[in-house]
C-alpha cells in the first residue's frame, strides 16, 4: 500500500473518530478540554523532537508549512487521550496508571510498523519505538493528572457555593 494511501486511510479514521467520540455522554466540557491540552502538551514535545531530527516524517500534508504530522499531532494522538480518559474516567489510581498502557502500547508498535514498513515516519539519532511508548505514556498520565486537577478544583469550587 502506498504511504499516501496510508495516511489518507488514517485521517479518515481520525476525522471519523472526532465526530463519534464526542457524541459519548458524559462530560463533554471535560473531553473538548482533554483534546485541547494534548494538543498543547503534543506540539510543546514534539517540536524539539522534530527541529532535533530525532523523528521526521517524510509524506504528510502541508510540507512546506509543517514538519510534524499534524494528522498525528492534532488528531489521532488528541483523540486516543481522549479515549483513555473516558475509559479511565471512574477507575481507581492504579488501574488508571496501568491502563495507559493498553493505549500506549498498540500506538507504539504501530508507530514501529509504519517505520519500518513505510515512509510515513523516520526514526533518527537513536530514537526508537522505546522513546516513543514512554513519551506516549507520560503525556497520557500528564492530561490524566491535569484534567483530575480540574475537576478537583471543580467540585471544591462548587461544594464551597
Not at 26 to 31: F, M, P, Q, T
Request: glycine share 6%.
Amino acid at each position: 500500500m502506498k504511504d499516501k494511501t496510508i495516511l489518507n486511510i488514517i485521517t479518515a479514521l481520525g476525522l471519523s473518530g472526532l465526530f463519534l467520540l464526542f457524541r459519548k455522554k458524559g462530560a463533554l466540557k471535560d473531553w473538548f478540554l482533554i483534546y485541547l491540552c494534548k494538543t498543547l502538551v503534543s506540539t510543546l514535545l514534539d517540536g524539539p523532537v522534530v527541529n532535533k531530527k530525532y523523528v521526521q516524517y517524510p509524506h504528510r500534508y502541508f510540507p512546506k508549512a509543517f514538519d510534524s504530522n499534524i494528522i498525528f499531532l492534532y488528531v489521532l494522538f488528541p483523540l486516543s487521550c481522549v479515549m483513555y480518559n473516558q475509559f479511565t474516567y471512574k477507575m481507581k489510581p492504579l488501574k488508571m496508571i496501568l491502563s495507559v498502557f493498553l493505549f500506549s502500547g498498540p500506538m507504539a508498535l504501530i508507530e514501529n510498523w509504519l517505520e519500518k514498513q513505510t515512509n510515513l515516519v523516520r526514526f533518527r539519532k537513536g530514537w526508537n519505538g522505546y522513546y516513543s511508548f514512554s513519551v506516549f505514556s507520560f503525556t497520557f498520565w500528564l492530561v490524566r493528572g491535569f484534567i483530575g486537577w480540574i475537576r478537583f478544583l471543580d467540585k471544591r469550587q462548587n461544594t464551597n457555593e
